[in-house]
Structure formats: structure tokens, C-alpha cells
């Protein structure tokens, strides 16, 4: 954009008072401030020895895990909706004819790569029967790529782990 | 000869150990209130090695220190070898050199030799005792300390270090001019660029010379922060423009010759600050009892106060130092010199004459109202500060129009003037 561009309005800056041309007043304000600051309660969370308090955990978006339901099965349908959905292509599901009479297919492999994952949600958003959800656990860590792709064993024993603190959406739109 | 040669070089020991270990810990200071001003904690694990002891992380700068040396060096190909070899060494020798004639205390009492090696003086708290050019040494110095900073920018055959050594070369020149304004009050006043008369001159009369020339003191102060390159005049390495400046390509031990030369320039403006201005050792009724030129005898007590009183004073100046890097924003290039040429030589020259005058016809002038001189000396110190200041911000010289230049988008002038 030229500096003649029509679309250009030039704004006057104000003037400066005899306060502002003497700088006496901005330097008092800068210092007091910073001394204001050097004395205030920090906000440092000290981790690992503190944990940062997550306000709402139900709406953090940390580690997935899979839900299971009332007889303890995995509750996804493999329906691929979370795969198509994913941004980063981090879903991988290898789906099977069900053993179970009440659906047509189940997960016979379902992996999450954690390290390419944005943590954006839509696979949560996206899941028909609220199989997928994503956990307020943000600590995780591991010492292997490898160790970081989780596989559907490893994704259900997180159920196991959050399901007293963050119950499922099914479980909480059952209690209303 | 003996006693004098060894006092010399303990002396020099103890200001080496001492100022880089200072350096090494004003890091870690300077980290803790960036830190508390930005309501965090800052560093405060490390402390003894190979023990989980943390010590409020007072370990840091040995891992600082560690990190630094042990890091890859790495010298890229495009650099001018030999300039960017010497570049850092220049700074941090000049920083280190600077305090041969910067006092640390007063003197020592004497009796510490033994009475047979015939030593009559106390022992003077300065590397060179007795430097007759004392200022004149430190300003020298300074200036060379300006060839590290161009040197390395220039060798480093890097556009960002370009211009942070063209920057500097420009910034440190220009506040010369208002630091050299700044003593030649002081000196006008105390007879003498010696820095331990100065600091006599101003125990003998019990004012300090920020009280009888606040002019100069804001002068050199601001002029003092410049030379530092201490935000906010850090341009020649504002490293949200230009990366890191004129260090941009330094690496390894290098980098670290020039963090340490930083902070040593901000000791050594600290201490001249607190020399010229803030009294030096002297503090009323607690380290007293100086009548003549150094000749008074002091105690171990009085000795060890002074000491203690000088580095409180430097250690109070340097925290508002660290203070002022949060506290305003950073002046952009044109403002800096603006401040420099059209604000802080004026008023050193204002300071200057005034002084000049206070000492031909001040005598006369105390006489003449019946005030005791030093009294009327600070009064007309303060009416000058005010009425400068005044007129300052009346004329407001600093001021400029921060639009592109009208012309330009005039109708007049609209097509042939602007560059494709």
C-alpha cells in the first residue's frame, strides 16, 4: 500500500499537554508500576511439584481416550467420521464386522498419533456416539515416538483412569 | 618497591575475581526482576551441583557459565576471521581496564605490612592509586569499548549485526558529548579528575554533588545509560528489530565476553554515578571524620563502613538500572538522537555555565544574600533544574512529526515523488 493510497485517512495524534512534553509524569508511572509488579503476588505454577488447576475439565482438550459403555465395550461404532474429520491425519481405525448384535462394526485396531495431534477436538465434535472424547490430562510424556501412538487398549485405560472425574457426555446427559 | 608491587597485584585479584563473579551474578539478578516485574518467580532451582539442594537458585550462574563454555562454538565462514577474533576481547578487556582508576572503598588503615618494609601510606582501595587523569582514563577507555561493538558488526558480514554496529557507533559517539557535559561540572567544582578527590570534596562539605547540580546528574545519568546501551537506549542490540544486534553471529565463550562487557559497563556507570553524584563512601554521620586530601587515618571500622556504604550505594543504582529496563518504552533511532542533540548536550551546556559562573562569582553571590554558600549553591541548582526543565517542555525540541511526509500525499505531488 502506497502512502498516497486514497483508502488511507490520516489521524491527527493528539497533542501532548506540558505533562506530557516534560516526561516527569511518565517516568513516576513507569516506575511505580514496575515497582507495583516487583512486590505482587507471582503467578508461578510451580510444576512438576504443582499442578496448573484446570478450571473446567470437561472443556480442556488434553490426551483422548475411548469410552467405554454400560457393559464395559468399546463404545465406538468405527464409523470413520473422527478419521475424516481429523486435521492432522492422526487417526488410524481398522474396523471389523461387530461381535455384538446391537451394531454393524467395531474398531479391531484404533490408534491416535499423540505427537501429531493438535488438540483441536473435532474428532469430539464429530463422533456420532460420543465414543471419542479428549481428557483434561496434559502431562504426557513418553520416551519414544513409538510409545506416543496410542493404540485402543491404551486409549480405553484412560477411560478407566478420568471416567470418576469427567464422567462422558452420555453419563452426564443421562443425569441432566 | 616489594609491598607496592604486591598490594598492586592483590588488588587487581580481588577486582577481577570480584567483578566477574558480579557480572556472572547481576545476570542472575537481572533474570529475577524481569522476572518479579512480569509476576513470575524467575530462576530458583539450581542450586549446589550434584545435590538437590536449591538455594534459591543461586547455582544458575555456574550453569550459565558452564552452558556457555561448553556450548558449540560456531564461527560461520563469511566472517572476517581475525576482526571477529579480536572484536570481543576488545570489549571485555576495555570493560575490565575501566576500573583501574574507579575506587572501591577509600583507604585502608595502615600496620598491615610489617613496620621493617618502611610503608608509610594506608593503602588506597584503587587498582592505580594516584592517576592525576582518573576521568580522562575512564573516557579513553570508554571509547574503545565502542571499536568492540563496530568491529564486531562490521566483521560479522551480517545485515543485523550491520546495523547494530552502525547504530551503536552512532548512539555511544553521540552520548559521549552529554557524558563528557555532565563531569565537567564536578570536576569545575572538586578542582581535580581524580575520583577519590571527588568523593573527598563531597565528604568534606557533606552535600553531594546531585544536590548542587541535579542538571548535570540527569544528564550524565541518562548520558550513562546510552553508554550502557541499558534499555531504554538499547538499540544497537534491540533484539526484537534486530536479532541480537551487533552479537548476532557470536557464539559459545565469544557471546559470553559480550554479556559479561555489558553488564560490566553498567557496573562501571554505577559506580561513576554513585562517585560523581551520590557521594561515593560518604554517608552523614557514619563514615565521617575527613578533613584534609586523604589524609585523615582511619579505623578498620570506619574503613569497612565505607566499603559496605559505597556498595550499597552502586548495588541501589544498579537495581534501578534493571527497574528502568521494564519500566519505559524503548526510543526508536531518530528519538534517541533527537534526545541526545536537541535535549541532553543543551542542558549539559546550561549546567556547565551555570556551574562555570557559580564558581567565578559564587562567593560573591553567597555574600551578597548572607545564605552559607553550599546552600546557596544547591538552591541555584534547583531553580536552574526547574527552569530548564521548563523550557524544555515548553519548546518540547524533541518533538517530530511521525506521519510520512506530507508532501507525499498532497495532490500536488502525487506521482513523481514517490520511488517505486
Not at chain 2, 538455594?55 to 555456574?62: E, K, R, T, W
Request: glycine share 8%; proline share 6%; charged share 20%.
Amino acid at each position: 500500500m502506497k502512502p498516497n493510497d486514497n483508502s488511507i485517512q490520516w489521524i491527527k495524534e493528539p497533542e501532548l499537554g506540558m505533562a506530557g512534553r516534560s516526561y516527569l509524569m511518565l517516568f513516576i508511572q513507569g516506575l511505580t508500576t514496575t515497582i507495583r509488579h516487583l512486590f505482587s503476588r507471582k503467578m508461578t505454577v510451580q510444576s512438576p511439584e504443582e499442578k496448573h488447576e484446570i478450571p473446567d475439565p470437561i472443556i480442556y482438550r488434553g490426551v483422548h481416550r475411548l469410552n467405554r459403555d454400560e457393559q464395559g465395550r468399546v463404545k465406538c461404532v468405527a464409523c470413520f467420521l473422527c478419521a475424516t474429520a481429523c486435521p492432522a491425519y492422526c487417526i488410524d481405525i481398522v474396523a471389523a464386522e461387530s461381535p455384538w448384535p446391537d451394531r454393524e462394526k467395531y474398531p479391531q485396531s484404533f490408534t491416535i498419533d499423540e505427537l501429531r495431534c493438535i488438540y483441536c477436538g473435532m474428532c469430539e465434535e464429530a463422533c456420532p456416539v460420543d465414543a471419542i472424547e479428549l481428557t483434561s490430562l496434559y502431562d504426557l510424556s513418553g520416551k519414544s515416538r513409538e510409545e506416543m501412538i496410542f493404540d485402543k487398549e491404551k486409549l480405553l485405560s484412560i477411560y478407566d483412569q478420568t471416567k470418576d472425574l469427567e464422567p462422558s457426555r452420555t453419563e452426564r446427559l443421562k443425569k441432566g | 618497591m616489594l609491598p607496592n608491587t604486591i598490594e598492586a597485584l592483590v588488588k587487581i585479584a580481588l577486582l577481577i575475581g570480584a567483578l566477574i563473579t558480579a557480572a556472572a551474578y547481576f545476570v542472575l539478578l537481572e533474570r529475577w526482576i524481569a522476572a518479579w516485574v512480569q509476576d513470575r518467580l524467575g530462576p530458583n532451582r539450581v542450586g549446589i551441583p550434584l545435590t538437590k539442594i536449591r538455594l534459591f537458585g543461586l547455582g544458575q550462574p555456574i550453569a550459565d557459565g558452564m552452558k556457555f563454555i561448553f556450548k558449540a562454538e560456531f564461527t560461520p565462514g563469511h566472517v572476517d576471521k581475525f576482526i571477529y577474533f579480536v572484536a570481543p576481547m576488545t570489549i571485555f578487556m576495555t570493560a575490565v581496564i575501566a576500573f583501574a582508576v574507579i575506587p572501591f572503598g577509600s583507604v585502608l588503615p595502615t600496620g598491615i605490612f610489617p613496620e621493617s618494609w618502611g610503608v608509610k601510606e594506608p593503602i588506597q582501595l584503587v587498582a592505580a592509586p594516584g592517576v592525576d587523569v582518573g576521568m580522562i582514563y575512564v573516557f579513553a577507555i570508554g571509547s574503545i569499548a565502542v571499536y568492540g561493538v563496530v568491529l564486531g558488526g562490521w566483521a560479522s558480514n551480517n545485515k543485523y549485526s550491520f546495523i547494530g554496529g552502525l547504530r551503536s557507533s552512532a548512539q555511544l559517539i553521540s552520548y559521549e558529548l552529554p557524558l563528557g557535559l555532565g563531569i565537567i561540572g564536578v570536576v569545575l567544582t572538586s578542582g581535580s579528575l581524580r575520583l577519590d578527590v571527588i568523593i573527598t570534596q563531597q565528604a568534606q562539605t557533606g552535600v553531594w554533588n546531585f544536590l548542587t547540580q541535579p542538571l548535570g546528574f540527569i544528564v550524565f545519568t541518562v548520558a550513562a545509560f546510552a553508554e550502557a546501551a541499558r534499555l531504554p537506549f538499547d538499540l544497537p542490540e534491540a533484539e526484537q528489530e534486530l536479532v541480537g544486534g551487533y552479537h548476532t553471529e557470536y557464539s559459545g565463550i565469544k557471546l559470553m565476553m559480550y554479556m559479561v562487557a555489558e553488564f560490566l559497563h553498567m557496573i562501571t556507570a554505577s559506580f561513576l554515578i554513585v562517585i560523581l553524584f551520590l557521594g561515593g563512601w560518604h554517608f552523614w554521620a557514619l563514615t565521617d571524620g575527613i578533613h584534609s586530601a586523604g589524609g585523615d587515618m582511619v579505623t578498620w571500622t570506619t574503613a569497612i563502613l565505607r566499603i559496605i556504604v559505597l556498595l550499597v550505594k552502586v548495588m541501589g543504582m544498579i537495581l534501578f538500572f534493571m527497574l528502568a529496563r521494564w519500566s519505559w518504552p524503548r526510543f526508536r533511532y531518530d528519538q534517541l538522537m533527537d534526545l541526545a542533540w536537541k535535549a541532553m548536550i543543551p542542558c549539559g551546556l546550561v549546567n556547565l555555565v551555570v556551574v562555570a559562573l557559580w564558581v567565578e562569582y559564587g562567593e560573591r553571590l553567597a555574600k551578597y544574600t548572607g545564605l552559607p554558600t553550599i546552600w546557596c549553591m544547591v538552591a541555584l541548582g534547583w531553580i536552574i533544574l526547574a527552569l530548564t526543565w521548563f523550557v524544555f517542555a515548553w519548546f518540547d525540541p524533541t518533538a517530530c512529526d511521525n506521519r510520512p511526509r506530507h508532501r507525499l500525499i498532497s495532490p500536488d505531488h502525487q506521482t513523481e515523488e514517490i520511488a517505486p
